[in-house]
């Protein structure tokens, strides 16, 4: 059994191999209509691309800032965030399975970047997440 002070070891190639898997099978699932949802393997992609930014990390000298752990729950939320346009849920759900305070302050600025960079990506196609404070008041 793994314990929690265990390292994770597994390398960048695997980590992204895993998740391009998980892509394929979450789209097959969705494309031939069975029942998965988006909400566990958007969570999934942001915990791996965490993991793998956090290995690709480790090998640049005072960069080994924080555990494997940590980068894939800050990666879940900002993927959570991003993907269903929901930064204040991500947020607050990351933080209350974890109730680790050490990581609040990189979770909040990574989910609101990540929502941030899909919503100028989309561009014109979607009403962006931050509208309702950037818009002027339609009362008025």
């Not at 969705?30 to 998965?36: F, Q, V």
């Not at 947020?91 to 990540?114: K, M, Q, W």
Request: aromatic residues 10%.
């Amino acid at each position: 059994l793994l314990s929690e002070k265990a390292a994770y070891r597994d390398s960048i190639p695997d980590l992204l191999t895993l998740m391009s898997l998980k892509i394929g099978l979450t789209s097959s699932c969705m494309a031939s209509g069975l029942m998965g949802g988006n909400f566990a393997p958007s969570l999934f992609f942001g915990a791996t691309l965490g993991a793998a930014y956090q290995q690709a990390l480790q090998g640049i000298p005072g960069m080994d800032i924080a555990g494997t752990a940590d980068y894939a729950m800050v990666g879940a939320a900002a993927m959570l965030g991003a993907v269903f346009r929901a930064p204040i849920t991500g947020i607050l759900l990351l933080f209350e399975l974890t109730r680790d305070y050490d990581i609040v302050l990189p979770l909040i600025s990574a989910v609101g970047f990540a929502t941030v960079t899909i919503d100028l990506i989309e561009g014109e196609q979607t009403t962006p997440t931050w509208a309702w404070w950037w818009q002027p008041n339609p009362l008025a």
